[in-house]
T-cell receptor, first 117, second 117 residues
Framework: GAVVSQHPSRVICKSGTSVKIECRSL??????MFWYRQFPKQSLMLMAT?????????EQGVEKDKFLINHASLTLSTLTVTSAHPEDSSFYIC?????????????FGNGTRLTVT | AQSVTQLDSHVSVSEGTPVLLRCNYS??????LFWYVQHPNKGLQLLLK??????LVKGINGFEAEFKKSETSFHLTKPSAHMSDAAEYFC???????????????FGTGTLLAVQP
């Protein structure tokens, strides 16, 4: 089946530094990938939609200059948390669809636990 | 606007007994509904989906859900719980706008299922 690989699974960084999270579709091409964030005891919230070869579409309230998304190829999207602060500590998860169409299944990565000290 | 409410944050059952995870939704249009499961340290996995076909949807691992428009519910059930079912379950509705479903998924807050031996 379709596999989405997310790396790293855990990262601890100091306040003020930047962290890059990678999301790869291993056996399919994904023109669109999605980035979610999950706060403790809360639901996943869509942060942005990553489109290959074009700018990402951010959800309301998400700072595009803080959460930089790059989707340079059909199998890789990256999320960079710039100048991280403790409040950015969260669980970030990416997903991708195997085929176009909003009802085709989403395949999720295993997520990245970010801790900012 | 669409929304989804998972009525129980925690559910505990004994192995071999039925499972019921409740979900109510709000939607102006005909919704697309999903149940996802997240096992510890693993990514989200699609259990089943409803997309305006049969109201009783069968998914993987013996789970099923029934779409009840009159009750705006999409409860997840399984006749007999197994220890491996212990995980967090998310009820999800696909955001819809004029013209049909979009790529945006709206997640419930999740229900943590514990299975006692």
């Amino acid at each position: 089946g379709a596999v989405v690989s997310q790396h790293p699974s855990r990262v601890i960084c100091k306040s003020g530094t930047s962290v890059k999270i990678e999301c790869r579709s291993l056996d399919f091409q994904a023109t669109t990938m999605f980035w979610y964030r999950q706060f403790p005891k809360q639901s996943l919230m869509l942060m942005a939609t990553s489109n290959e070869g074009s700018k990402a579409t951010y959800e309301q309230g998400v700072e595009k200059d803080k959460f930089l998304i790059n989707h340079a190829s059909l199998t890789l999207s990256t999320l960079t948390v710039t100048s991280a602060h403790p409040e950015d500590s969260s669980f970030y998860i990416c997903s991708a669809r195997v085929s176009a169409g909003s009802l085709s299944p989403l395949h999720f990565g295993n997520g990245t636990r970010l801790t900012v000290t | 606007a669409q929304s989804v409410t998972q009525l129980d944050s925690h559910v505990s059952v004994s192995e071999g007994t039925p499972v019921l995870l409740r979900c109510n939704y709000s939607s102006s249009y005909s919704p697309s509904l999903f149940w996802y499961v997240q096992h510890p340290n693993k990514g989200l996995q699609l259990l089943l989906k409803y997309t305006s076909a049969a109201t009783l949807v069968k998914g993987i691992n013996g789970f099923e859900a029934e779409f009840k428009k009159s009750e705006t519910s999409f409860h997840l059930t399984k006749p007999s719980a197994h220890m491996s079912d212990a995980a967090e379950y998310f009820c999800v509705v696909s955001e819809e706008r004029y013209g049909g479903a979009t790529n945006k998924l709206i997640f419930g807050t999740g229900t943590l299922l514990a299975v006692q031996p």
